[in-house]
């Protein structure tokens, strides 16, 4: 029995009968024009409802989601706490709050850099965006690539947003990065004489995308974490920051956690502290569902906020287009870009490729919403509509067994809801994906707060307002690197003042003089799920 | 009207709807979810649960996240299992001489119950990446254990008290640092780039105007 409700076998026949002719053909790419058209008409960062101008701090008069809105606009949740801040209970040289891949690669180079590392996440290690990375890690190494033509496709598909200092830090590191993650061992997929495998990504000019099977995330995680145990690096566990210390000169001096055990503060003191928290698909921006880990609530960018840093393109979130639209146990994950970049198309309930499968994640979003709405052509799927990722083409394609050896990962997630991917199209959806925005950094990776730091989803600007696939893997360890390295050296030469809060009392303030009320408390920590739990 | 079931969540009679998974059914019926739960989507490893059906002997486990909530469920956690990884240095370990056997000379104690195997929400044949790295099969158990989430419900019912999650992870490691061949075109680009090759060609692209970047984006040759 089909796991596919009947309304959609019949537009899956339909789906069958066209396959044969598109299976050797290629839907015409959009042009510059084509594509800002659909993306001001249909991305849901132009949807001007959902977006709210910020009255205080240092991005005062900038638009964010309303969600990110009430968390940089809301109460610190030590307003009516009595802390004593000469009481520590950690010093350390550096602090790195965030168990991801960038924290991770951070603490690594921070250890090596000689300085004392304490590593503050709020779940675990590796329970982490990283780790559910699937698709691979672009990088500029082979012969008839650079990191010139990565900066390129990373600009143009940025629209041309990108710092170019971050850019350059990017690319230019791309093959240090992947040869860094092989002396680790790091299992990249490669050919029997050592050449990477490397395939296109929505956006890419050349094949630079490197993978471990569909699961390139999780292998470079587990990689990472169990050499931060090797060196011997403190990791508190289920002890997320709320908020930054900074000294009476007004420079990065360590953080305020919640234990969550104990239920109590501590005060760590840090002569440079990293941020390297992530992103925010928790906060479901516009009902998205997302693709993010249980953690993912922006924690980062409120602390920095509070403190002073600025935030750039904090407007602007990416959508992966292919989330999971059916079944509902798995709605919202992601089915990986690399499901398109070996030859499944984006297929409407006529059976009609609608559009070209590799176009940026922006503009692939977009044209997904706009075949579901404007031209109704979507398949009825739980609450809404989605359409097909025709996944059956690729092994027409490349093969019978290139599905299972290229992307296991799929096969299994769907086939313990009782579909083949290899026999039956799979139905997608945009999932809230990724922060293209975050806190603004130098290519030291340093904000405008002396000794603070950040890498990873929590910067912005590295990607413009829109970021490519591969990328992000790539600017954890890029960035990560950079800030452990920079934030062990600046530790050594750092003598800091008395330890201070003046900065969230003056922001508490502003918040009353600007005559907002609210109840919101933030960081917001996790998200409250009830899954339609009926209330009293 | 939503078909709900019957289960047993840490010892609390819910009733939840029966298209929940066993994470969202703990959330449905009130759970305040911290410890137990990462990812969501099955690739962490933190959420392994063990149940049993109501009455039934047999006892599962499986990731809360990935797994259907039925009727008569009587859900238990596992979270935090203590694992005994060996701490080592890659750059002085060389994949020959046993490594493996002695950072973790337990595996010699496999009795060959396969209840490992049997435990493995992911479907692989620990029992066999372990007999591998028995036999200094390296490439052979990193391959085999390429898909581990680490929840380490193996290592819950080893008789042995092997911690096999480490010790693929140990083995994967070698593979991809020694065994695996050499990648010539990284080392050249690797070169290239830290004899500042690329410096020029990224300036000039830092300070080239906007209407020229998109001409060169918009028409660039893209490999097929």
Same mark, same amino acid.
């Given at each position: 029995?089909?796991?596919? &409700?009947?309304?959609?076998?019949?537009?899956?026949?339909?789906?069958?009968?066209?396959?044969?002719a598109?299976?050797?053909?290629?839907?015409?790419?959009?042009?510059?024009?084509?594509?800002?058209?659909?993306?001001?008409k249909?991305?849901?960062?132009?949807?001007?409802?959902?977006?709210?101008?910020?009255?205080?701090?240092?991005?005062?008069?900038?638009?964010?989601?309303?969600?990110?809105?009430?968390?940089?606009?809301?109460?610190?949740?030590?307003?009516?706490?009595?802390?004593?801040?000469?009481?520590?209970?950690?010093?350390?040289?550096?602090?790195?709050?965030?168990?991801?891949?960038?924290?991770?690669? #951070?603490?690594?180079?921070?250890?090596?850099?000689?300085?004392?590392?304490l590593?503050?996440?709020? =779940?675990?290690m590796?329970?982490?965006?990283?780790?559910?990375?699937?698709?691979?890690i672009? #990088?500029?190494?082979?012969?008839?690539?650079?990191?010139?033509?990565?900066?390129?496709?990373?600009? +143009?598909?940025?629209?041309?947003?990108?710092?170019?200092?971050?850019?350059?830090?990017?690319?230019?590191?791309?093959?240090?990065?992947?040869?860094? !993650?092989?002396? *680790?061992?790091? =299992?990249?997929?490669k050919?029997?004489?050592?050449?990477?495998?490397?395939?296109?990504?929505?956006? &890419?000019?050349?094949?630079?995308?490197?993978?471990?099977?569909?699961?390139?995330?999780?292998?470079?995680? /587990?990689?990472?974490?169990?050499?931060?145990?090797?060196?011997?690096?403190?990791?508190?566990?289920?002890?997320?920051?709320?908020?930054?210390?900074?000294?009476?000169?007004?420079q990065?001096?360590?953080?305020?956690?919640?234990?969550?055990?104990?239920?109590?503060?501590?005060?760590? /003191? #840090?002569?440079?502290?990293?941020?390297?928290? +992530?992103g925010?698909?928790?906060?479901?921006?516009?009902?998205?569902p997302?693709?993010?880990?249980?953690?993912?609530?922006?924690?980062?960018?409120?602390?920095?906020?509070?403190?002073?840093?600025?935030?750039?393109?904090?407007?602007?979130?990416?959508?992966?287009?292919?989330?999971?639209?059916?079944?509902?146990?798995?709605?919202?994950?992601?089915?990986?870009?690399?499901?398109?970049?070996?030859?499944?198309?984006?297929?409407?309930?006529?059976?009609?490729?609608?559009?070209?499968?590799?176009?940026?994640?922006?503009?692939?979003?977009?044209?997904i919403?706009?075949?579901?709405?404007?031209?109704?052509?979507?398949v009825?799927a739980?609450?809404?509509?989605?359409?097909?990722?025709?996944?059956?083409?690729?092994?027409?394609?490349?093969?019978?067994?290139?599905?299972?050896?290229?992307i296991?990962g799929?096969?299994?997630?769907?086939?313990?809801?009782?579909?083949?991917?290899?026999?039956?199209?799979?139905?997608?959806?945009?999932?809230?994906?990724?922060?293209?925005?975050?806190?603004?950094?130098?290519?030291?990776?340093?904000?405008?707060?002396?000794?603070?730091?950040v890498?990873?989803?929590?910067?912005?600007?590295?990607?413009?307002?829109?970021?490519l696939?591969?990328?992000?893997?790539?600017?954890?360890?890029?960035?990560?690197?950079?800030? +452990?390295?920079?934030?062990?050296?600046?530790?050594?030469?750092?003598?800091?003042?008395?330890?201070?809060?003046a900065?969230?009392?003056?922001?508490?303030?502003?918040? +009353?003089? #600007?005559?907002?009320?609210?109840?919101?408390?933030?960081?917001? !920590?996790?998200?409250?799920?009830?899954?339609?739990?009926?209330? /009293? | 009207?939503?078909?709900m079931?019957?289960?047993? *969540?840490?010892?609390?009679?819910?009733?939840?709807?029966? &298209?929940?998974?066993?994470?969202?059914?703990?959330?449905?019926?009130?759970?305040?979810?911290?410890?137990?739960?990462?990812? /969501?989507?099955?690739?962490?490893?933190?959420?392994?649960?063990?149940?049993?059906?109501?009455?039934?002997?047999? !006892?599962?486990?499986?990731?809360?996240?990935?797994?259907?909530?039925?009727?008569?469920?009587?859900?238990?956690?596992?979270?935090?299992?203590? *694992?005994?990884?060996?701490?080592?240095?890659?750059?002085?370990?060389?994949?020959?001489?046993?490594?493996?056997?002695?950072?973790?000379?337990?595996?010699?104690?496999?009795?060959g119950?396969?209840?490992?195997?049997?435990?493995?929400?992911?479907?692989?044949?620990?029992?066999?990446?372990?007999?591998?790295?028995?036999?200094?099969?390296?490439?052979?158990?990193?391959?085999?254990?390429?898909?581990?989430?680490?929840?380490?419900?193996?290592?819950?019912?080893?008789?042995?008290?092997?911690?096999?999650?480490?010790?693929?992870?140990?083995?994967?490691?070698?593979?991809?640092?020694?065994?695996?061949?050499?990648?010539?075109?990284?080392e050249?680009?690797?070169a290239?780039?830290?004899?500042?090759?690329?410096?020029?060609?990224?300036?000039?692209?830092?300070?080239?105007?906007?209407?020229?970047?998109?001409?060169?984006?918009?028409?660039?040759?893209?490999?097929?």
């Amino acid at each position: 029995m089909s796991a596919y &409700t009947e309304e959609m076998l019949k537009s899956i026949a339909k789906v069958e009968s066209t396959r044969a002719a598109r299976l050797h053909t290629e839907p015409k790419r959009f042009t510059a024009e084509e594509k800002d058209a659909v993306l001001k008409k249909f991305h849901p960062d132009y949807n001007e409802e959902a977006f709210t101008t910020l009255s205080i701090g240092p991005n005062k008069g900038d638009k964010v989601p309303k969600e990110l809105g009430a968390l940089l606009e809301g109460h610190s949740r030590l307003e009516k706490v009595q802390l004593d801040l000469q009481r520590l209970d950690y010093d350390v040289d550096v602090l790195i709050i965030g168990g991801g891949g960038a924290g991770a690669s #951070a603490a690594l180079e921070a250890k090596k850099g000689g300085a004392s590392v304490l590593v503050v996440t709020k =779940l675990k290690m590796g329970y982490a965006n990283t780790m559910m990375a699937e698709g691979g890690i672009q #990088a500029a190494d082979k012969a008839n690539d650079s990191p010139a033509v990565h900066y390129l496709d990373a600009l +143009g598909g940025g629209h041309y947003k990108n710092i170019p200092d971050l850019l350059e830090e990017l690319v230019e590191n791309g093959p240090l990065a992947i040869k860094w !993650l092989s002396d *680790l061992g790091v =299992l990249f997929d490669k050919q029997p004489d050592g050449t990477m495998v490397t395939t296109h990504g929505g956006g &890419t000019s050349r094949k630079r995308m490197h993978a471990c099977a569909d699961c390139t995330g999780a292998e470079i995680m /587990r990689v990472l974490r169990d050499e931060v145990q090797n060196q011997g690096i403190r990791v508190l566990d289920y002890a997320p920051a709320v908020e930054l210390l900074l000294d009476e000169q007004g420079q990065a001096a360590g953080a305020v956690l919640y234990d969550y055990d104990a239920e109590e503060f501590l005060v760590v /003191r #840090a002569k440079t502290v990293i941020i390297a928290t +992530g992103g925010a698909g928790r906060l479901h921006y516009q009902g998205f569902p997302t693709s993010n880990h249980y953690g993912a609530t922006a924690d980062g960018l409120v602390l920095a906020y509070r403190a002073g840093a600025k935030l750039i393109y904090a407007n602007s979130s990416q959508f992966h287009p292919t989330g999971v639209g059916f079944p509902a146990q798995i709605y919202g994950a992601l089915v990986t870009e690399k499901v398109r970049s070996i030859g499944a198309q984006l297929v409407n309930s006529e059976g009609e490729a609608f559009m070209h499968p590799l176009e940026t994640r922006d503009v692939a979003t977009a044209t997904i919403i706009r075949e579901c709405t404007e031209r109704g052509k979507g398949v009825k799927a739980l609450d809404g509509v989605a359409l097909w990722l025709d996944t059956p083409m690729i092994d027409q394609l490349h093969g019978e067994g290139t599905i299972a050896t290229r992307i296991p990962g799929m096969l299994k997630m769907f086939g313990q809801f009782g579909i083949d991917l290899r026999k039956e199209p799979v139905l997608i959806y945009p999932t809230l994906h990724y922060q293209n925005g975050g806190i603004l950094i130098d290519k030291d990776a340093e904000t405008s707060i002396p000794g603070l730091f950040v890498a990873g989803e929590a910067v912005g600007g590295i990607h413009g307002t829109n970021r490519l696939m591969g990328n992000s893997l790539l600017d954890i360890i890029v960035f990560g690197r950079i800030a +452990g390295t920079k934030a062990a050296t600046k530790a050594k030469a750092t003598k800091l003042a008395a330890l201070s809060l003046a900065h969230v009392a003056k922001f508490a303030k502003a918040l +009353g003089d #600007a005559g907002i009320k609210t109840e919101v408390v933030s960081p917001k !920590l996790l998200p409250v799920y009830t899954h339609g739990r009926p209330g /009293r | 009207m939503e078909a709900m079931v019957t289960a047993y *969540l840490l010892g609390k009679k819910c009733s939840v709807p029966a &298209t929940l998974t066993i994470m969202d059914a703990m959330e449905y019926a009130g759970f305040k979810l911290i410890r137990g739960v990462g990812c /969501r989507n099955g690739f962490c490893g933190a959420c392994a649960v063990i149940y049993r059906i109501k009455g039934s002997t047999e !006892l599962k486990v499986v990731l809360a996240c990935q797994t259907k909530i039925e009727e008569g469920m009587c859900v238990g956690k596992i979270e935090s299992f203590p *694992l005994n990884k060996r701490s080592f240095n890659l750059e002085e370990l060389k994949p020959t001489d046993n490594i493996i056997g002695q950072l973790y000379p337990e595996i010699y104690s496999c009795i060959g119950c396969n209840a490992c195997t049997k435990g493995c929400p992911e479907g692989l044949n620990v029992m066999q990446y372990i007999a591998y790295a028995q036999r200094g099969e390296y490439e052979k158990c990193a391959r085999e254990s390429f898909d581990c989430v680490g929840c380490n419900i193996c290592a819950s019912r080893c008789q042995a008290q092997i911690s096999h999650s480490a010790v693929g992870l140990l083995a994967r490691r070698l593979t991809g640092r020694y065994l695996e061949p050499k990648c010539a075109h990284l080392e050249k680009r690797v070169a290239e780039v830290e004899q500042g090759l690329y410096r020029e060609p990224l300036t000039k692209l830092k300070h080239t105007p906007l209407a020229e970047l998109q001409q060169l984006y918009n028409n660039r040759e893209i490999e097929k």
